[in-house]
């Protein structure tokens, strides 16, 4: 965005550009005034006008684009959110003015629809809207459309709390365990490795990472034959700032190749517990149907919102493709 020239950095330029060149003070004068003339005829911009995310172009609601939403909370009164878009196979942030997220709401969010909803590739059943939900957030004077809505498992599920996926588009099914099977004891042995050396990105030794959380497992992701190993050394404090002078944290994605097992991803990290960034995996599909699961990860820091982060597989490494803030506030004038 174009934002006028201010008066007082203006005057400052005109006196320099007056002391080098001798500009007679009578036309820095009236170029001053002209230039204030102008700035005061522009049209104030309406923040109703403006298109958030900023910086995005707007999404064409019109097209019908697949939107993915997000499902958090209790099991038995469950809250979805729009998360992103999906527009000619690309992943893309939702873009739109103020009226422009009300006809989304009106378009995909009316009560009665009905949603598949996903978790690690599968399908574990359907969502139905059930009502918009009205809330309000401190300083903010639009928020985001959400709703609540009811799940139908497929089987039963005893979790107190969901975190699911959802999308208005089919999405491609979920890969089949394929490669040769591992058991857990080698799988942690070979992710440990991995880790390790992942870890030296950051100076972090090994000594250091075993002495915080480990966690290992393999997801198909169709990245592959073999399936993706996933990585996690984790501080139990993270986040929290209370895990001391500093904090250690590798977040990896191996993929077997040639070679065997190499590292596809790496967040590693060491530093302040108050600055240092944490990601954990939420869920992995196929949304755009090129052929591998599109992992989704959440990211945080301490005191700050979380991000969610979306990596595809793109030429034999797992990418950052698209970030988006869990912000849920629309209000354009508490984002500048």
């Known amino acids: 965005m174009l934002v006028p020239l201010s008066a007082k950095p203006y005057v400052e330029v005109m006196r320099s550009h007056t002391r080098k060149k001798k500009l007679p003070l009578v036309i820095a004068a009236v170029i001053l005034l002209s230039a204030t003339a102008c700035e005061k005829s522009k049209p104030a911009t309406n923040p109703a006008d403006e298109i958030v995310p900023a910086g995005v172009p707007a999404l064409d609601l019109a097209a019908k684009p697949t939107i993915l939403f997000q499902l958090f ?44 909803f996903y978790v690690e590739g599968g399908d574990p059943g359907e969502l139905t809207i059930a009502r918009d939900t009205t809330y309000s957030l401190p300083g903010c004077s639009a928020v985001k459309p959400m709703a609540v809505v009811q799940l139908a498992f497929k089987t039963p599920r005893a979790d107190p709390t969901v975190e699911f996926l959802a999308s208005s588009g089919t999405v491609a099914p979920p890969h089949p365990e394929s490669g040769k099977m591992m058991t857990s004891a080698d799988i942690a042995k070979l992710a440990r490795a991995l880790g390790h050396e992942a870890g030296k990105r950051a100076n972090l030794t090994a000594a250091e990472l075993d002495s915080i959380d480990f966690h290992a497992r393999m997801i198909p992701t169709g990245a592959s034959k073999a399936p993706t190993l996933l990585i996690s050394f984790i501080d139990p404090n993270s986040g929290n700032g209370k895990s001391g002078p500093w904090t250690g944290h590798v977040f990896a994605l191996a993929d077997s190749g040639s070679k065997g097992y190499e590292a596809t991803y790496v967040h590693a990290v060491k530093g302040d517990s108050k600055s240092v960034e944490f990601q954990r995996l939420v869920n992995h599909v196929d949304f755009d149907g090129d052929g591998a699961d599109e992992i989704i990860v959440e990211a945080w820091k301490y005191a700050s919102d979380n991000d969610l982060v979306v990596l595809s597989f793109k030429a034999g490494r797992w990418q950052e493709v698209f970030r988006v803030k869990q912000d849920w506030c629309l209000d354009t004038q508490n984002k500048k």
């Open 73 to 116: 909370g209790e099991r038995e009164s469950p809250h979805m959110i729009p998360l992103a878009a999906v527009v000619n196979g690309v992943i893309k942030p939702i873009g739109l003015t103020a009226s422009g997220w009300k006809q989304l709401d009106a378009q995909y969010m009316a009560a009665g629809t009905k949603y598949p």
